[in-house]
């Protein structure tokens, strides 16, 4: 036990102390804090002034409704002719005018400009030019105020669901965005943590030193030691982000972000919060565990992404299908998919947070994958001994029935 110690801090503390560890713990902070930040910049460099403008009507209550939007509009009272108005925007005193006609009844406005418009001006022009031609017909047919009012009061609809099992069309589109976001966590920890396992037991065989090590310490000491280190390591970066989000929703905990997170989070069960976590784990594990296997046939670093090739090959389709399943989570596809052990962690996920599985259904494929971890870590035990001392460059297939032949013999 004391060498499995001894073995599992000297991995442990050469590991963390590295630059690329160091950049992938602040990094991904680095991206949030941006990502937080982009509202307030841009809100900071959208203050704009009011668009100043004149208008040219017969009727004043088109002029009155654009002098009362004044957080969009500034109008110019002063001019009331078309030359006044072209002399005041070739001087730049004004930013266009707006000239309304009517014929036939029909009323129509043209906004003079000496650059193009933006669609956002427009649009706004005509919501209050509109507004304002309402309370002028009112006042023709005799309509009162409150009748106006009336008329104008729009129909509130609610969504009403039924089960508890559904959600509504706004969650249905955060969770979407969520789970492209999570998963895309998850498969970047996959891939960064496969890696370094793999690299780990790769370059004790590189550089030949492995029959050594054997000989001092039994090879199920030797790989338990270096998986803890790297499970400590995960689970270092994994409580920094827990520590560093909890700090920054205490501190800007009356915010809109931060509000809406609490919102979507306390819709849903606080179990289904826990099975997220599991299943992120869970999935980690097995791909490490999967990954030291893979390391342990590998004969040197250099083709360490050669023979990790299928196992990428898997993490990526379990990340696009993670993406089909937020879109389509009861495809057929997706579902058979949600069940594979190397596919559950990222797709099991998004169904079960778009709520389209069953507890049942979501307790199998956990049960699955956990039988799929427990085998996995069986048959890396039972195959770590010969295969770290096994040095062949025939590829992963070739090198793979060599080790259960060696495997065979022991």
Not at 62 to 70: M, S
Not at 255 to 276: E, K, M, R
Request: aromatic share 10%; proline share 2%; charged share 15%.
């Amino acid at each position: 036990m004391n060498k499995f110690w001894v073995i599992t801090k000297q991995v442990y503390k050469r590991r963390v102390k590295t630059k690329s560890f160091l950049f992938s713990l602040l990094f991904p902070l680095l991206i949030a804090a941006v990502f937080f930040a982009i509202p307030k910049i841009a809100d900071y460099f959208d203050q704009s002034e009011a668009t100043k403008i004149a208008v040219l009507s017969d009727e004043p209550a088109y002029a009155q409704i654009l002098q009362q939007d004044k957080d969009n509009f500034t109008v110019n009272t002063k001019i009331d002719t078309e030359d006044a108005a072209k002399k005041a925007l070739k001087d730049g005193k004004i930013d266009g005018y707006v000239t309304l006609s009517e014929q036939n009844g029909t009323i129509s406005a043209v906004y003079t400009t000496q650059e193009t418009a933006g669609q956002d001006v427009l649009t706004q022009i005509s919501t209050d030019l509109t507004s304002a031609k309402i309370s002028v017909k009112a006042a023709e047919y005799n309509i009162s105020a409150e009748q106006l009012q009336d008329i104008n009061q729009p129909i509130s609809v609610k969504n009403q669901v039924e089960s508890d099992n559904e959600l509504t069309n706004h969650q249905k589109e955060v969770m979407s965005a969520a789970i492209l976001v999570l998963t895309l966590i998850i498969f970047i920890f996959v891939m960064s943590y496969a890696n370094i396992v793999a690299s780990e037991i790769a370059n004790e065989k590189g550089t030949r030193i492995m029959e050594i090590i054997l000989s001092s310490v039994s090879a199920k000491t030797h790989l338990l030691a270096k998986l803890t280190a790297i499970i400590l390591m995960l689970l270092t970066q994994i409580g920094f982000y827990v520590i560093c989000g909890v700090v920054s929703m205490i501190v800007a905990k009356n915010t809109d972000t931060v509000q809406n997170l609490l919102d979507q989070a306390g819709s849903f069960p606080v179990y289904y919060l826990v099975l997220n976590l599991v299943f992120i784990l869970l999935g980690l594990l097995l791909y490490i565990l999967l990954s030291a296997l893979i390391g342990s046939m590998v004969p040197n670093v250099e083709t360490v992404a050669q023979f990790m090739y299928p196992m990428t090959i898997l993490a990526i389709v379990g990340y696009w299908g993670s993406i089909a399943a937020a879109n389509a989570p009861d495809n057929i596809l997706v579902i058979i998919g949600s069940y594979i052990p190397t596919f559950s962690p990222m797709m099991m996920l998004a169904r079960m947070d778009l709520l389209s599985v069953s507890t049942t259904g979501i307790f199998i494929s956990l049960g699955i994958l956990v039988i799929s971890i427990i085998l996995s870590f069986w048959l890396t035990l039972k195959l770590y001994r010969s295969n770290v001392l096994l040095y062949s460059n025939e590829g992963l297939i070739k090198t793979w029935k060599k080790s259960l032949a060696y495997a065979k013999k022991q």
